[in-house]
């Protein structure tokens, strides 16, 4: 199943994603999230956070349709976007794209990138989408083909000593590569052909594609 979490950051135009978004069988907002999704057409399925960033009007819109409200205490160790996630994960979803989670505090977009190496999302393929690229994480034993142009930016980043790296379909290949956490070797890669593909023996691998144009497909 494929779920959508919006969260409650900057909704940038997810034009180039339209028609992903449209496949979510699940769909959840993170508390204020709510708001992105009422402005895109989309009810909820749940409402699930503290209830800090959710405004009057939206609240009221959430009662008049009936969409369930998973509240938390506002002194949590999680994140609004990390217990929508675990949501997701629970109720069965196998792919689960982030919206809204850019802008904002520095500390709070890097938490949310790191929310994709979550433990509890390892059953999941968990994609962060922006207006015009993708964040993922690979772990090891896993691969990944992504599709997308000629010239685009793919940029490795590791989260933990990344072992095992084959890389095809780029300007610089890797194969059987490590990459360690603290230098930048795996920034700023290009897309040599419409497909990609990467893959993990050991570690995890933060993986930033950034495209070039709205007019393509992912």
Do not use: F
């Amino acid at each position: 199943m494929k779920a959508l979490v919006i969260t409650n950051g900057v909704l940038e135009d997810m034009a180039l994603w339209q028609e992903e978004i449209g496949q979510a069988e699940l769909v959840v907002a993170a508390d204020g999230g709510a708001r992105h999704a009422r402005s895109l057409g989309l009810r909820p399925h749940a409402v699930v956070g503290d209830g800090d960033s959710l405004d009057a009007e939206t609240a009221r819109w959430l009662e008049e349709h009936g969409v369930p409200r998973v509240q938390y205490p506002a002194a949590k160790d999680e994140t609004d976007l990390e217990l929508a996630l675990l949501y997701a994960a629970r109720a069965g979803a196998g792919e689960i794209l982030v919206l809204g989670a850019q802008g904002g505090r520095p500390d709070q977009m890097l938490a949310n990138l790191l929310l994709l190496a979550h433990p509890a999302l390892a059953g999941c393929r968990v994609r962060l989408l922006g207006k015009n690229y993708q964040a993922l994480v690979l772990r090891g034993g896993e691969e990944v083909t992504l599709t997308g142009q000629v010239g685009d930016t793919l940029s490795l980043l590791p989260l933990s000593e990344a072992r095992g790296i084959e890389a095809t379909g780029l300007r610089w290949t890797l194969r059987g590569a490590t990459l360690h956490l603290g230098p930048a070797r795996g920034v700023s890669n290009e897309l040599t052909s419409p497909q990609a593909r990467i893959a993990l023996a050991e570690g995890l691998l933060l993986i930033v594609h950034l495209r070039q144009g709205q007019e393509a497909r992912p």
